[in-house]
């Protein structure tokens, strides 16, 4: 390939690249340059450190462990309710923490449902605060992240493909062999990297489940040391070797990245006609059966808890919802603006410095980046003005990961496959754009402004640094009534965060395929 | 012509709101929402002081403290109010804050003095459980028990940071090894009071780290008359929460009646049953009914803010060491 084609110049992407990594850069310079002299970095962080590393190694490994044969299944089937299934297991992914980890209680807490089935039975009780408690609740948020971009490799595997392996008998381990674990190597490495650097900034909420000051992550030290001390120093320290960690691990695993294209396919709908056999069916359906158990009881047992509240909950709630969906829409637009011009330039070839910029995001503690910007703003502005904006913003870049994750693979393909035809018809950059590029990847775009409205809409984030009675978000306010002994409203304003980022999350998503397979 | 007048009026209006001076007073979250003491204080002040009450809301207390050191004197605050004793220490270290020389007749278990910071609302730290059991009649007995509690991180959480000192004034040398006792009755740290509570609410636990008024809230909003608070033979550790002016504030005569507001009966009032804590000052028509089935401890403890600042860094090496194990 003497001349690669590029339909636009990277140019763009790399310039909004170091657009964030300046914002998030400054942001930490900006707490670092106020501090006082503290006290650095004593054994409780070192610990905290350590803790961090493990649970978030584990949290992944188990997360992509189990949703390779949940992606499998639901990749090589198909049943009645098939996409509605997969729609509604992304949905832990986007609830906010403490919503997500009170109906994990309701199911396996102390009085939940296991362990009242349990003592029915006789048996002892599950306990489940501990390191597993903290791994059982991160694969309950992850796992279905993890499903969801593994569940796309497959899907990028051209139907030809599978015509080809069916002319020619192919199954069994032969197909494993020949398509599955190529596939996998492609996928897999990515998709660790993301649910790890999730899990390395875990915040308190699913350190409930572990039980004690043993189970603090680096993200809750850098919040006790504002809070405890006001060391600002060792906060922004914590928050570099926090992003450290994750960006080395993250490049690790995509440096692990190999392995040639698929070629492309005509875009056909996708036929599958392997995997036939009845152990086969009986497998899948095993595990889309306890994939589906283990994500949607927490899920009923939150709708079960907020039902009774959501006709008589305060005013401010729902004048809150109408502030977390403006943020959303905000943030999925500065979302798009980012990611779309980063996705181009990284499937021109540009991949090292954006894909990690693009992680930066991330890794980087939101209680830091809030401070830095707080910082910044406060010397020219009253932040209070500025709260929405800054959290929309800080919002998109969190997500930017995601959303790389899921566009660049499809970039590519898009780039590889029409590239040279496009060449040879002498097609301009914006001509490419809007007639190959943007009509091909609009169900990833989608998917990508879903997942960055349904995550903006249940963060808590940074809006506790600058709000007042006006600018509250549907989570804080959520947080205020639980603050105020008022649990049941507060159930009842988890159900509507569960209900409002679970529908946009679904229109964009469905908005983005329509007329397409799933 | 009828435009221009609606302009002309208009314009006129918004002149007149320009001209109406703006308070800002920064307090926790939990103040500002509907359901908290903020739009009553709001309504009446705003009444008496033709100003408008810009009442902000920060996470806690400890964040609100954050808050104002980052904005130094170049922020918009003119009062902070919310932050306990056990931070007073710190605040006056910053030199923000000025003296509100006044001078009022508190009625609180322990005597006052301070020039700086005025005392609008306290509270003792308890366990709360579900009044058909049985409680523990002290932290000893309950460190001894095999009861459940669910207890908030002393370094993010107010509550907290007062159970470490409680233990710490009770126990002195003694207190890791109360700690280590209780560790096993710990069935989780959580970061706040909600979180807590919440999990204690869900039945994860046979008590949780409180106060005394907290079943008040059952019986009065919820008329459940299921929870109580157990009352410990060592005494329970005072929660008081006070605010000041700003020395940087545009607006110090109206936070001086700001001040002198908070200690009036139309503020005092609202608090039992919007804050869920003793108001500073009886109201004249007594406290609600309801309160007067709380716990009464016999013994108020309460560390002075430069005892808690000094002691509290070796209470938390201790409680971390004992819970790490």
Not at chain 1, 46 to 63: E, G, M, N, P, R
Not at chain 2, 168 to 179: L, N, P, Q, R, T
Request: aromatic share 8%; net charge negative.
């Amino acid at each position: 390939m003497a001349s690669r084609f590029k339909p636009i110049s990277p140019f763009c992407g790399i310039l909004v690249a170091a657009f964030a990594v300046a914002l998030i850069l400054g942001a930490m310079l900006a707490v670092a340059l106020r501090a006082e002299a503290g006290r650095g970095i004593g054994p409780a962080e070192w610990a905290a450190i350590k803790f961090t590393v493990l649970q978030a190694s584990l949290s992944a490994i188990a997360s992509v462990i189990l949703a390779i044969p949940v992606a499998r299944a639901l990749a090589r089937r198909r049943f009645p309710g098939r996409r509605i299934l997969i729609a509604l297991l992304g949905a832990p992914f986007i609830l906010p923490a403490i919503v997500a980890v009170f109906g994990l209680l309701e199911v396996f807490g102390r009085t939940g449902w296991v362990n009242s089935g349990l003592s029915l039975l006789g048996l002892p009780p599950l306990h489940i605060y501990g390191l597993h408690g903290v791994v059982v609740a991160h694969v309950f948020f992850n796992m279905p992240l993890a499903t969801r971009l593994i569940l796309q490799g497959w899907q990028q595997v051209p139907g030809e493909r599978f015509r080809m392996a069916a002319q020619l008998g192919i199954d069994g381990m032969a197909m494993v062999r020949l398509i599955e674990i190529p596939m996998l190597v492609k996928v897999v490495p990515g998709t660790l990297a993301v649910v790890f650097a999730i899990c390395m900034t875990s915040f308190a909420v699913a350190l409930i489940l572990g039980g004690g000051p043993r189970a603090t992550t680096v993200e809750l030290a850098i919040y006790q040391a504002f809070r405890f001390d006001f060391d600002l120093g060792r906060a922004a320290m914590l928050s570099a070797i926090q992003m450290a960690l994750t960006i080395a691990a993250a490049g690790f695993a995509l440096g692990l990245v190999r392995g040639d294209s698929f070629g492309t396919g005509l875009g056909r709908s996708l036929q599958r006609w392997d995997g036939a056999k009845p152990v086969s069916r009986i497998l899948d359906g095993t595990w889309v059966a306890l994939a589906a158990f283990f994500l949607l009881l927490p899920i009923s047992a939150i709708m079960a808890s907020g039902l009774p509240a959501l006709t008589e909950m305060p005013h401010e709630v729902w004048r809150s919802a109408v502030v977390s969906i403006a943020v959303a829409v905000a943030s999925a637009i500065l979302l798009l603006g980012m990611a779309l011009p980063m996705s181009l330039a990284i499937a021109a070839g540009r991949s090292g410095f954006l894909e990690l910029a693009g992680l930066m995001g991330l890794a980087v503690s939101p209680l830091v980046i809030g401070t830095g910007l707080f910082i910044m703003i406060v010397q020219f502005a009253n932040p209070l003005r500025l709260a929405l904006p800054v959290t929309a913003l800080v919002n998109a870049l969190t997500v930017l990961p995601f959303a790389l994750r899921i566009l660049v693979p499809e970039t590519r393909e898009i780039i590889q496959g029409q590239g040279r035809l496009a060449m040879s018809l002498d097609m301009d950059g914006p001509a490419f754009l809007r007639l190959v590029h943007l009509p091909r990847i609009r169900a990833q775009i989608g998917f990508a402004a879903g997942l960055s409205m349904a995550l903006s809409i249940g963060d808590l984030g940074v809006i506790a640094l600058f709000a007042d009675s006006e600018t509250a978000t549907l989570p804080l306010t959520m947080y205020r009534l639980m603050g105020a002994y008022r649990m049941e409203s507060a159930a009842g304003a988890a159900l509507l965060l569960l209900a409002l980022s679970f529908g946009l999350f679904w229109i964009m998503d469905r908005g983005g395929r329509w007329h397409a397979e799933a | 012509m009828r435009y221009l007048v609606f302009v002309a009026g208009l314009m006129r209006a918004t002149l007149a709101w320009a001209e109406t001076p703006e308070l800002t007073v920064y307090t926790y979250d939990s103040f500002v929402s509907d359901w908290g003491p903020g739009p009553q204080v709001e309504k009446a002040f705003e009444a008496q002081c033709g100003c408008d009450l810009k009442l902000a809301g920060v996470e806690d207390g400890a964040a609100l403290l954050a808050r104002i050191k980052l904005e130094g004197s170049a922020g918009d605050a003119d009062v902070m109010l919310g932050i306990d004793t056990n931070l007073m220490a710190a605040a006056r270290d910053t030199g923000l804050f000025a003296e509100h020389g006044l001078s009022p007749e508190l009625d609180l278990p322990v005597s006052w003095d301070d020039d700086m910071f005025l005392p609008y609302d306290w509270g003792y730290f308890a366990f709360v459980y579900n009044a058909d059991q049985k409680a523990p009649g002290s932290i000893r007995e309950l460190a001894e028990s095999d009861a459940t509690i669910i207890i908030q991180d002393p370094r993010s959480s107010t509550p907290g940071l007062g159970l470490l000192l409680w233990v710490k004034a009770a126990y002195g040398d003694m207190a890791e090894s109360i700690w280590e006792e209780l560790s096993d009755n710990i069935v989780t740290v959580t970061r706040g009071w909600s979180e807590a509570y919440g999990l204690f609410l869900e039945g994860e636990a046979d008590m949780v780290l409180s106060y005394t008024t907290s079943p008040a809230y059952h019986l009065i909003a919820e008329e459940d008359a299921g929870k109580a608070a157990a009352e410990f033979s060592e005494g329970h550790y005072m929660q008081v929460e006070v605010a000041a002016k700003l020395k940087s504030a545009d607006q110090p005569e109206l936070a001086d009646r700001f001040l002198e507001f908070m200690l009036s009966e139309e503020f005092q009032s609202v608090i039992p049953t919007t804050n869920w804590m003793y108001p500073a000052v009886a109201p004249k028509g007594g406290l609600p009914a309801g309160f007067e089935t709380l716990i009464k401890p016999s013994r108020a403890i309460l560390m002075s803010p430069e005892e808690a600042l000094a002691s509290r860094d070796a209470a938390l090496d201790e409680w971390l060491r004992a819970l790490s194990q």
